[in-house]
């Protein structure tokens, strides 16, 4: 998944930029759901590794 925290700026005329169908954008936020989803798992068990698996929540 791309840096969206990346310094890379593009510049594109607006007939350049086609809108993404319906199926596009679901899976395009289905991909980053997962990813995110990927990421707090990691988390949680580093977490979980730090506190020695006592996280009170």
């Known amino acids: 998944m791309p840096n969206k925290n990346s310094d890379e700026l593009f510049h594109f005329q607006e007939n350049q930029i086609q809108p993404l169908s319906p199926q596009e954008l679901f899976s395009q936020i289905r991909a980053e759901i997962e990813f995110y ?7 949680q ?3 979980a590794a730090i506190t020695g698996g006592s996280t009170n929540g």
């Open 37 to 43: 989803q990927s990421q707090i798992a990691i988390l």
């Open 45 to 47: 068990q580093q977490l």
